[in-house]
């Protein structure tokens, strides 16, 4: 009987995806109603096509456009709808150098 001794290969299903990331700076340049986007605990959402459709309107999400909006998005006390709903705008991850609370 034939031993098979080669590595076996997961699945793509446990396989980590691989997410793309962006530093503060690459973030800060996608700052106005043409190119929104926003970090939420260090993930990055594309909410360009969203400012239309935000139920308080496009203009608290522009307040933030470009930055860091954890604190303001988790004080306004949004839904887990709305929670759920980010995450399609989601494109990746800040880099590990400019992720805020890093050990």
Same mark, same amino acid.
């Given at each position: 009987? /034939?031993?098979?001794? $080669? ?7 446990? /396989? ?5 990331? +962006? $530093?503060?700076? /690459?973030?800060?340049?996608? #700052?106005?109603? !043409?190119? #929104? ?6 993930? &990055? +959402? ?32 949004? !839904?887990?709808?709305? &929670?759920?709903?980010?995450?399609? +705008? +989601? &494109?990746?991850?800040?880099?590990? !150098? ?6």
């Amino acid at each position: 009987m /034939e031993q098979n001794n $080669s590595k076996r290969e997961l699945p793509p299903l446990f /396989e980590k995806p691989v997410h793309k990331q +962006y $530093s503060r700076t /690459e973030v800060s340049n996608h #700052c106005d109603a !043409s190119s #929104c986007w926003i970090v939420l605990d260090n993930k &990055i +959402y594309d909410v360009t096509e969203f400012l239309s459709k935000h139920p308080g309107g496009p203009d608290i999400i522009l307040e933030n456009a470009g930055r860091d909006a954890t604190v303001p998005f988790k004080d306004k006390g949004h !839904s887990m709808d709305a &929670i759920r709903l980010i995450d399609q +705008y +989601y &494109i990746g991850d800040l880099t590990v !150098s400019d992720r805020l609370g890093r050990h």
